[in-house]
């Protein structure tokens, strides 16, 4: 009896029916970092959607009686030479650096994936020939090959967006080369020429999504890259016109 009172006492504690009781498991491993992660990211599209809800001041407001006022309840992070609030101009400022970033990237993403896939799947020729001028932008800083590409179409957003975009061609060229040399060799891409598929239909079905995964990670990660180069080229004089905020 006693054998059998101590078992019962330290076995699992069981719900109505043997069911063990839920556990909030999941909110239990949930990461401070990743929850003020997931906060700025709301805050930042917030701000990109509504900036005159959030900013206090209008960001083009210049007065030169309150030019260089530091910190203050009535200018939480100051003003500028032209007394224009500097956090005004910053939340109005998120949507055009977001934009600027997503659509450098994107112009970088499908220019380097068309040349990788072109790359990995044409003759050798082709593939040392592409490869030899990728290498050659390599050898150039990005914002360095930016300023290059900037000096000749001129300043503004349209130019700046093309700069850098077409700086991050080389890094995704490779890197959709070197997923697209392995892919191709895989099991599944030689089931389906074997069966007959098109070489279209491998390359879009097989061989670009598979490849696509890790490109994608790093096209994720380095928007916050080309969001930086453009707001130095754009301190360099070469982005949006003033007064216009970044």
């Known amino acids: ?38 906060v700025f990211v709301a805050l930042l599209l ?9 900013a ?19 200018h939480w992070l100051g003003t500028d030479e032209n007394g224009r609030d500097v ?6 400022g998120v949507r055009s650096s977001l934009f600027m970033g997503l659509a450098a990237t994107a112009l970088g993403l499908a220019w380097g994936a068309l040349l990788g896939l072109l790359s990995g799947l044409g ?18 800083p990005d914002l360095l090959l930016a300023l290059v590409i900037i000096t000749f179409f001129g ?12 700086a991050g061609v080389p890094r995704y060229a490779r890197l959709v080369r070197a997923q697209t040399l392995n ?15 098109s070489q279209l239909a491998v390359v879009l079905r097989h061989i670009l999504p598979n490849a696509f995964k890790p490109v994608l990670i790093l096209a994720t990660i380095g928007i916050g890259g080309t969001i930086t180069a453009g707001a130095a080229l754009s301190f360099l004089g070469f982005g949006a016109p003033p007064p216009a905020p970044e």
């Open 1 to 38: 009896m006693a054998q059998t009172i101590g078992t019962v006492m330290t076995g699992p504690v069981v719900g109505v029916g043997g069911q063990r009781p839920l556990r909030l498991a999941g909110l239990g491993r949930l990461r401070p970092g990743l929850l003020l992660a997931g």
């Open 46 to 54: 917030l701000a990109a959607a509504f900036p005159a809800a959030l």
């Open 56 to 74: 206090p001041y209008d960001p083009l407001d210049a007065s030169a009686r309150l030019a260089f006022q530091p910190p203050g309840s009535a």
């Open 87 to 92: 956090l005004s101009r910053l939340i109005h």
């Open 123 to 140: 003759p050798r020729w082709l593939d040392a020939a592409l490869m030899r001028a990728i290498d050659v932008l390599l050898a150039f």
């Open 155 to 166: 300043q503004g957003t349209a130019n700046l967006i093309l700069a850098v975009g077409i």
């Open 183 to 197: 892919v191709r060799n895989a099991g599944y891409v030689e089931a389906a020429v074997t069966l007959g598929q």
